[in-house]
């Protein structure tokens, strides 16, 4: 069992950058490989960018490579998104997910909220 918990989400002026972080419990935390997702309003969830259990191996949706930056520290149970030069677009509840399948995943937490202002 994982249980998950965003924070880091609000309001920023497009261009801007948030940092996201998910607090993960659980002792498996590790050999999970993570992801974040985001939906905005009226739409699917989509995937935002995955890490593999070490976070030696990253992959990014086109919409945000080279503005996001997924990252995990094992050691504190934490995985983290860095969001730069944000732009409208980016809008949308932002997941954390342990064991993502395509659009499944294992765990999710509870979603943290990001607007972007244009």
């Known amino acids: 069992q994982v249980q998950l918990v965003e924070s880091g989400g609000g309001l920023v002026q497009a261009g801007g950058s948030l940092r996201l972080s998910c607090a993960a419990s659980g002792r498996t935390f590790s050999s999970y490989p993570m992801g974040w997702f985001r939906q905005a309003p009226g739409k699917e969830r989509e995937f935002v960018a995955t890490?593999?259990?070490?976070?030696?191996?990253?992959y990014y949706a086109d919409s945000v490579k080279g503005r996001f930056t997924i990252s995990r520290d094992n050691a504190k149970n934490t995985l983290s998104l860095q969001m730069n030069s944000l732009k409208s677009e980016d809008t949308a509840v932002y997941y954390c997910a342990a064991g993502p399948r395509g659009r499944e995943a294992d765990y999710w937490g509870q979603g943290t909220q990001v607007t972007v202002s244009s």
């Open positions: 890490i593999n259990w070490s976070g030696a191996t990253t």
